[in-house]
C-alpha cells in the first residue's frame, strides 16, 4: 500500500522536473532539428517496443512478465536520459525535447499498446485493462505535472534556476531508496526472477544502443546527436514503468512488485551495466574529435 501512493508521487516530482527543465522552444525544436528529431522519435516510438516484444519472445518469458517488459518498452525516455546524454557530451537540448514529446505522446500511446500487450500474452487470464480509465492516470501523472513545472518555469524562472536541480535529485534519491526497500522487502521474488529477466534486459539495453547509434549515423547525424539518439532509445523511464504495472496489476494486489513491475525494477539496475561504459565511451570519443 505504501508502494503505491509514494511511488506515484514521486513520479509527479520527477516529471514536474522535467517540465521545469521545459520551455516552448524545446518543442519548437521538432521543426529546426527535424532530422535529428525524426530518428529520435522513430526509435523511441516504433524501435523501441519492436525490441522489447522480440526480447519478450526470444527469451520465452512467462505471460506477466512479458507484459511487464513490454509495459517497460513503452516508456518513454526519462530525465535520466537527458543526465545521461550531457554527461557523454551529446546534444542536451536534443534529448530534452525527444523526452518531452515521446512523454506525451506515451498519454496516448501506452494504455492502448499496454491492453493489447496483455490481450496478446495473457489470453483468458488477462486482467481487464480499461484504456480510459488508464490513459486518465497516465495522464495526470505524466502530462499535468510536466505543463504545471513549464507554467512554474514561465512565472519564477530565477526561483526555478535555483532550485529544479534539486528537485530532480531529490526525486531520484527517493525513488532510489523507494526501490532498494522494496527489493530488500520482497528478495526472494526478486532473485527468483533476476536470473530469468537480467540477461534479457541487458540484451534489450544493447540492441537499443546499438540499434540507436547505428540509426542516427546511417541518416549522417552529428556525433553528438547520434549519442543523443541512443541514449534516448536505451534509458526508459522506470518510475513511470512501475507505476503503470502497478495500475494494470490493480488497487487489491497486495504484493509489492507485482510480476507487470519486475521487468522495470530490475531494467533499474541492469540498465547502468552497459549504459555507463557506453556513455564514457561516447564522452572520451567526442573528446578526441573536438
Do not use: H
Amino acid at each position: 500500500m505504501l508502494v503505491q501512493i509514494v511511488l506515484p508521487a514521486i513520479l509527479v516530482i520527477i516529471m514536474f522536473s522535467l517540465g521545469l527543465g521545459l520551455t516552448w522552444a524545446d518543442f519548437a525544436r521538432v521543426a529546426t532539428e527535424p532530422r535529428a528529431f525524426a530518428v529520435g522519435a522513430f526509435a523511441q516510438v516504433v524501435v523501441v517496443p519492436l525490441s522489447a516484444l522480440a526480447v519478450a519472445l526470444a527469451f520465452g518469458l512467462p505471460p506477466a512478465l512479458a507484459v511487464g517488459v513490454l509495459i517497460l518498452g513503452f516508456c518513454p525516455g526519462g530525465v535520466l536520459a537527458n543526465v545521461a546524454s550531457k554527461f557523454a557530451n551529446g546534444n542536451v537540448p536534443l534529448s530534452i525535447s525527444l523526452t518531452a514529446v515521446t512523454s506525451l505522446l506515451a498519454i496516448i500511446i501506452m494504455p492502448i499498446a499496454v491492453a493489447l500487450s496483455v490481450r496478446y500474452f495473457m489470453g483468458a487470464d488477462a486482467p481487464p485493462v480499461n484504456i480510459t480509465m488508464l490513459g486518465l492516470q497516465v495522464f495526470f501523472l505524466a502530462a499535468v505535472p510536466v505543463v504545471l513545472g513549464m507554467v512554474v518555469t514561465r512565472l519564477m524562472p530565477s526561483l526555478v534556476a535555483r532550485y529544479s536541480e534539486w528537485v530532480t535529485r531529490i526525486a531520484f534519491a527517493l525513488f532510489a531508496v523507494l526501490i532498494i526497500a522494496a527489493l530488500a522487502s520482497n528478495w526472494g521474488v526478486f532473485t527468483a526472477n533476476f536470473w530469468t529477466l537480467g540477461p534479457a534486459l541487458i540484451v534489450m539495453n544493447a540492441l537499443l544502443l546499438i540499434i540507436g547509434l547505428v540509426a542516427a549515423r546511417a541518416a549522417k547525424l552529428s556525433v553528438r546527436d547520434a549519442t543523443t539518439v541512443a541514449l534516448e532509445a536505451g534509458i526508459q523511464n522506470g518510475t513511470l514503468g512501475i507505476a503503470v504495472g502497478m495500475l494494470v496489476a490493480g488497487a487489491g494486489n497486495a504484493e509489492i512488485f507485482p510480476p507487470y513491475t519486475l521487468p522495470t525494477a530490475i531494467y533499474s539496475i541492469t540498465v547502468w551495466l552497459l549504459t555507463l561504459p557506453f556513455a564514457f565511451w561516447r564522452r572520451a570519443s567526442s573528446s578526441q574529435s573536438a
